[in-house]
């Protein structure tokens, strides 16, 4: 059987959006028989999953430097322990189709599913807490990058719009002590819906009200969109309450609120927007809303640098920096629209999950582009090439 | 007033919920003569964790008031251990 003959049924059933990634793995071809002579095997959070399939995409239309990306996601503290012992991983992983091959598929429609013949072990593993977050610590031949910014909000049902805030001091007893904590209106643990120990929300969230992740009342769940699922279909929406990634919640608006948070020690509580509607991330970016990780990326390498030179090149365009060749795309915008947040419009920093804030300030500030991606609008000067303060980058006046 | 602002975070870290809110802050009406006036958001160039938490923001930056009912609370304003 011919590659395009082995593929076809795989396409319609992708096309249809009937295709998991990990299932069905009798019907899908070999990850080494995916188009393109480049590929680079991700294991990644299923938060990054969107940066994923958009920069997919991307890089296998690059022509200066085109490449396949071949993804699976699990959880942060799976996938370091994995790159750290080399596990291969053995489940069907996906890759995304260049426009030639499928100009209608979008990041919203599954990958096409491949076998990893053998088993594959990552060329790049993600992680969305620190490492330390998993009580682990990688070897000495990988190398760890910091990327975006991934926040986590609590998601409500949109039917309560009673319920706008939760205070540091309410999340400890409702996912401490569940029912008894009674904290109204969420004192029924089946509506608490949580994730598994291993995954970053739960981790995040675990470290920033100071409940170890094991303790955790709730209904665990292996997925974000089972969250969504179980917030979306509530039958006591006034007391179900989710963790959630920031840009699951953003894709999901409709159907869910997110809760302003009131950290420990914080006057007021603030949403990771300005305001609950709106789509800057101003909060998470100057340190009003505190629950955040940096998003981390690792591979193998040596003294910091990635041995495996497509490994490099696709970490440098998550973590902003420089590329060669240069890309035929905007990463900045491909991040931006995946709902995470560039590094370089970043104001505040931490060493640790759930640690002290600090100021930062980024080499090239990347605010006004930023601003302008997620908003639409942005206060700051346009320019052609000079500014009267600041530096002109991506048409901005951005502050440096 | 920079004293007085420090104190009030001191106060609502180290104690939590537990800090009573004195009053009179910036965006609140003037208790009285005698009343101290506290300021309840860091109006400087904020360098620490939680002068960046406390941060007074512009007006159109939404930010909630909220002081919850904490049933398991113990009496000395700390966080009982999690069973």
């Known amino acids: 059987m011919q590659q395009g003959e082995r593929m076809r049924p795989l396409l319609l059933l992708s096309a249809l959006g009937l295709v998991a990634i990990a299932a069905a793995p009798s019907l899908a071809a070999p990850c080494e028989d995916a188009p393109g002579t480049t590929k680079v095997y991700m294991q990644v959070g299923d938060t990054q999953e969107p940066l994923i399939k958009a920069l997919g995409r991307a890089l296998r239309d690059n022509t200066p430097n085109p490449i396949t990306l071949v993804y699976i996601t699990s959880g942060s503290c799976t996938n370091i322990d994995a790159i750290s012992k080399d596990t291969p991983i053995t489940a069907n992983m996906g890759y995304i189709p260049s426009t030639a091959e499928d100009p209608a598929w979008t990041p919203a429609m599954p990958p096409i599913a491949c076998t990893p013949v053998g088993g594959k072990v990552p060329d790049i593993a993600n992680s969305n807490v620190f490492v330390s977050a998993c009580n682990l610590t990688l070897p000495a031949s990988i190398v760890e990058l910091h990327g975006p910014v991934q926040a986590y909000v609590l998601a409500v049902p949109e039917a309560n719009t009673t319920d706008r805030a939760i205070t540091f001091e309410e999340a400890y007893f409702v996912f401490g002590f569940g029912t008894a904590g009674g904290i109204q209106p969420w004192v029924d643990e089946a509506q608490l819906f949580i994730r598994t120990v291993t995954k970053s929300t739960l981790l995040s969230w675990a470290f920033n009200i100071s409940v170890p992740a094991a303790k955790w009342k709730g209904t665990r769940l292996d997925k974000s969109s089972e969250v969504v699922t179980g917030l979306g279909s509530s039958l006591s929406p006034a007391k179900a309450l989710g963790i959630l990634g920031v840009e699951v919640y953003d894709a999901n608006r409709n159907k869910l609120n997110s809760l302003a948070f009131r950290a420990r020690g914080q006057q007021y509580a603030y949403f990771p927007d300005s305001t609950a509607t709106s789509t800057d991330k101003k909060n998470v970016r100057d340190g009003h809303y505190t629950v955040w990780s940096p998003t981390i990326y690792m591979a193998k390498g040596t003294a910091g640098a990635v041995t495996n030179p497509a490994a490099a090149y696709v970490i440098n365009l998550i973590a902003g920096k420089t590329a060669l060749p240069a890309p035929a795309f905007n990463p900045v915008s491909l991040i931006v629209g995946a709902g995470i947040i560039p590094d370089c419009a970043m104001r505040v920093t931490r060493d640790q999950e759930g640690g002290d804030l600090r100021p930062y300030a980024p080499a090239e500030s990347c605010t006004c582009s930023y601003e302008k991606l997620a908003t639409n609008v942005t206060s700051c000067q346009t320019c052609t090439t000079t500014c009267a303060t600041g530096t002109c980058r991506g048409g901005f006046c951005e502050e440096r | ?83």
């Open chain 2, 1 to 83: 007033m920079r004293t007085r602002l420090f104190s009030a975070l001191a106060c609502a870290l180290a104690s939590l919920a537990a800090c009573d809110d004195d009053g009179g802050g910036k965006d609140q009406p003037d208790a009285g003569v005698d009343a101290p006036v506290t300021p309840r958001c860091f109006e400087g160039t904020p360098t620490t964790h939680l002068q960046l938490m406390n941060a007074c923001v512009t007006a159109e930056v939404e930010k909630i008031d909220k002081r919850p009912v904490l049933p398991l609370l113990n009496s000395d304003g700390t966080l009982p251990i999690i069973p």
